[in-house]
């Protein structure tokens, strides 16, 4: 599975941005599909996956403010990140494993893109 993101940009604090994940190669049915991202300086830290059926999962730090969803049609799944704040910098990146188990863990998946920057400015 090769994967493509896209949609990052800079942003004033307070503001919103669409990352998309395109996926190719295969379909990705039955695959949990995930956004991750990495702060300079940092690991690789979990934001949200999608399950095929939909179920979602999110950190506790985006939670109320990032939604993931799904298009299977299109083999795309999307990050919605309203209400950005400057922690929320990172390069990030979509990544994809096969169901089940869920997780949270970048090791579990087996598949990921090029990270798209996002910056939030104070």
């Known amino acids: 599975v090769q994967l493509q993101a896209s949609g990052g940009g800079s942003v004033q604090d307070g503001g919103s941005l669409r990352l998309s994940c395109a996926a190719s190669?295969?379909?990705?049915?039955?695959?949990?599909m995930g956004w991750f991202r990495q702060a300079p300086g940092k690991d690789h830290e979990f934001v949200a996956s999608?399950?095929?059926?939909?179920?979602?999962y999110y950190a506790d730090s985006v939670k109320g403010r990032f939604t993931i969803s799904r298009d299977s049609a299109r083999n795309t799944v999307y990050l919605q990140m309203n209400s950005l704040k400057p922690q929320d910098t990172a390069v990030y990146f979509c990544a994809v494993k096969r169901e089940p188990p869920i997780s949270y863990a970048k090791t579990s998946y087996n598949s990921w893109g090029r990270g798209t920057l996002v910056t939030v400015s104070s």
């Open positions: 190669g295969r379909t990705v049915s039955n695959y949990l």
């Open positions: 999608i399950t095929w059926s939909g179920s979602t």
